[in-house]
């Protein structure tokens, strides 16, 4: 069964810096790209960034680009989302979503997300 | 950037009814188009990829359609868990940064 565990959200005070991490198991895990996508309270989906199979190819939304660096690591299958200097505007429900093959396609599966709130 | 827009924003459909939501993008995305489904406090689920290729486990009453810029969920005869959010992606580009809006489909 195909599992995606996302961790390491929290409440963080604007400019500071967060992990997330997301854990997967089920699949040829080092065959995939991951993507992050996040939700808003009460908002649509937006992507946020994506790293191919192989951790060769990556890149952001506009909204975080720069300031926030997205890697994998293929032997623990774990990809991570690296957060600095956040925002408020970067709270919201992030989810890690396998991708159907090795850079783009449809997002197959995805884990259930872990909580950004960023406020003072 | 290609604009993906959805339309309408809220659909009521009786249950038992068909219903039809849209998809449009900027510029030509071939078939690479993806449709969700997400449920309140749930992540979102992958219906259909390929613009008409139903994800497994998904059932028959979904159905997708189109190619090029315009395109179409349909859903037949409406069950009460159909009732959710939907969302279209295109993947076309790298990076496939673009969702749609989104369409709320509640209960007439």
């Known amino acids: 069964e195909v599992q995606l565990v996302e961790s390491g959200g929290g409440l963080v005070q604007p400019g500071r810096s967060l992990r997330l991490s997301c854990a997967a198991s089920?699949?040829?895990?080092?065959?995939?790209?991951i993507h992050w996508v996040r939700q808003a309270p009460g908002k649509g989906l937006e992507w946020v960034s994506g790293?191919?199979?192989?951790?060769?190819?990556?890149d952001y939304a506009d909204s975080v680009r720069g300031r926030f660096t997205i890697s994998r690591d293929n032997a623990k299958k774990s990809v991570f989302l690296h957060m600095n200097s956040l925002r408020p505007e970067d709270t919201a429900l992030y989810y890690c979503?396998?991708?159907?093959?090795?850079?783009?396609?449809?997002?197959?599966?995805w884990g259930q997300g872990t909580l950004v709130t960023v406020s003072s | 950037e290609i604009v993906m827009t959805q339309s309408p924003a809220t659909l009521s459909v009786s249950p038992g009814e068909r219903a039809t939501l849209s998809c449009r993008a900027s510029?030509?995305?071939?078939?690479?188009l993806a449709w969700y489904q997400q449920k309140p406090g749930q992540a979102p689920r992958l219906l259909i990829s390929d613009a008409s290729t139903r994800a497994t486990g998904i059932p028959a009453r979904f159905s997708g359609s189109g190619s090029g810029t315009e395109f179409t969920l349909t859903i037949n005869s409406l069950q009460p868990e159909d009732f959710a959010l939907y969302y279209c992606?295109?993947?076309?580009?790298?990076?496939?940064?673009?969702f749609g809006q989104g369409t709320k489909l509640e209960t007439k």
């Open positions: 510029q030509s995305i071939s078939t690479n």
């Open positions: 992606q295109q993947y076309n580009t790298w990076p496939p940064k673009t």
């Open positions: 089920g699949f040829r895990f080092d065959d995939y790209a």
């Open positions: 979503a396998k991708v159907s093959g090795f850079l783009s396609g449809p997002l197959d599966y």
């Open positions: 790293i191919s199979w192989n951790g060769h190819t990556n």
